[in-house]
């Protein structure tokens, strides 16, 4: 018989580089599972994504057991690395932060598809285009 | 006491993407994230100290379009202290028995008991890759012997040949809080260990050999350390690596071996190997 859930944790850490501190701590604390195995798993399993913040899915089950689903890095580091830029724009609506081609776009949208609600590749390179204009980075498509 | 200060944006929907959002957060410093969906909204959290940064803050996720901003505090405690309650007494291998600070344990005529208190570093005895080492370890001969632990943890490793009667031990971690937490659990269990931060065997002397190395860290560390460990034991030295995912332990087990290393032995447990090479 499966294994009730207890709760669904979704986290975004530093490839290869999580520690006890927030938010893991006290998301995980509250949930009672083994934080340090996590975290040895976690890194383990990330380093080589070092330099991409990564989003985690933690099934918390009833009897304290658990597992976990690490995905595709966060959509916004997939641009930037695409465009070659640390960061985006500290004021999205005033200032931009470079434009993103629909080549790049198409570049982040086939890695980030198995996360996406779609498997529509043009509606995929909407989204990673929406993500991009709120990180104050023009698209010119 | 120290207290963090949690900083959940609500938004009205769950977003297609939400990475924007925590790309904001990233901006101020704040890389971790955690997102819930009922109600839509994600977290970052403020280290003691920072929390200037919240007027800020708040203005640049109300014009990325949050709904309302909270705060509230969150004390140090409430995490690192939850999960002591799944920290028992137990044993590991055939003699060693870890006990943390705040349980009792039975011992028998010749154990050997590790009292720690981890605090924030890794290393309860409780993770296979920690339990995989010590078994290793204690199959060694370590009287007198010369050891380097390389990313110490809560330096329950160290201890462990403190105890077995090694004599010179290094220690070295890169973070701060592991440092500080081997240092106390030497003092508690009245072992002698120099522990140094930093990174490989950077801090410790250059010219330094040893009889034994310990590394229980991760994989892609350990591949990088491998030639280090090779100059710096003496030969026929042992290294007890760990901290090793099955399916990284071909990669590992090739670079040990082109590094002048003979496996003697390794240890499976779940996805998890720890081995011990002769050098």
Known sequence: ?141 | MSVWIEVKAYLDAIPEDWSALADLFDRFGLPGTLQQDSPPAMSAYIAPGDEGMIPDLTVALKNFGALRVETKEIEEIDWAESWKQFFKPRRVGERIIVRPTWEEAELLPGDIELVLDPGQAFGTGDHPTTRGCLQLLEEVDLVGKSVADIGCGSGILSVAAGKFGAGLIHCVDIEQPSVSSTLENAERNGVELIVKRGTGFDPLPADQKYDVVLSNIISAALIVLAPQVATRLHAGGIWIASGIIVSNWPEVAEVAKRNGFTMVENLVEGDWVAAKFLR
């Open chain 1, 1 to 141: 018989m499966a294994k009730k859930i207890a709760s669904i944790i979704k986290l975004n850490i530093n490839a290869g580089k999580g520690t006890p501190a927030p938010p893991v701590g006290p998301a995980l604390g509250q949930a009672g599972i083994n934080m340090m195995e996590f975290l040895k798993k976690f890194n383990e399993m990330t380093a080589p994504q070092i330099g991409y913040k990564l989003p985690v899915e933690i099934t918390v089950f009833e009897d304290k057991s658990y597992s976990f689903v690490v995905k595709q890095p966060l959509m916004s580091d997939l641009i930037k690395a695409a465009m070659g830029i640390e960061r985006g724009s500290s004021n999205p609506s005033k200032q931009s932060a470079g434009r993103l081609t629909k080549d790049k776009a198409l570049e982040v949208a086939k890695k980030k598809l198995p996360d996406l609600n779609t498997d529509d590749l043009e509606q995929a390179i909407r989204i990673v285009a929406g993500t991009a204009r709120s990180m104050g980075i023009d698209t010119d498509f």
